[in-house]
């Protein structure tokens, strides 16, 4: 039987949908944090020669956020307004949060997917410890991996640079089916690719993501996960490891 690869919309997370999720995205800061962010900001502003009510404005935001942020009125601005605020600013969002961000909790990047939807640095054992980002508030972090896109090798569903929250999980549930998912065969091969079931028990179809790619049949499965959720990467900071 041929397949021919399916139309994917990005997941959901967690049943809310994928633009719902990136407005809820927030970094997780407590109050002592908002000190070291007002006070970067202040600085900036003052280096900078601007006021609280023009570099809100220059970003795009109300007019007070910056004097909500500097005063404090605002338990934890979102990581978008930092981002936009950093723009105007021409410095990067760890200028401003300092070492604030990473209050989050961190999950590890376990590897890159690239041509075909293969993850070959999930194949390997890793040289060293792997990247670190923030995990989404949305996910909770213990037993959270992270996947990073390169270039359009699961276009269009996902871009070049995204980053995809899975959890691992023994074996493969029911509730994956249809959905994309990192997949790790028995011989230790990783994809990322929509699962479905195969034509006998125990046996899967990986289908590809991306229609230039060929999909995968009757494939025996160590683990599939589905992803959680994908985010741009300027909504990704890497975290440093200790």
Known sequence: MWFSSPAVKAPLVENIPFGRGLALWHCRWAMNH??????????????????????????????????????????????????????????????????AHYAAPTVPVVGQIVEGGRIPSMEHEAAGPPPMVPCPALIPAQGTSAVNVVGNSVAPVYQAGHVLFFSQQDGVSDEDMGRPCVAVGTDGTAWLRLVQPGSVPGRYHLLSLN?????????????????RLALPAELVLEAPND
Not at 213 to 224: G, K, S
């Open 211 to 227: 229609p230039m790619e060929a999909n995968l049949f009757d494939q025996e499965l160590r683990w599939a996960a589905r992803v």
């Open 34 to 99: 908002m000190d070291v962010i007002a006070a970067n900001l202040e600085r900036l502003i003052k280096e900078r020669g601007l006021s609280r009510r023009g570099l809100s404005l220059d970003a795009g935001l109300s007019e007070t956020v910056v004097r909500d942020i500097v005063q404090k009125r605002i338990a934890s601005p979102t990581y978008m307004t930092l981002v936009k605020l950093a723009k105007v600013l021409a410095v990067g969002v760890q200028d401003i949060v300092g070492d």
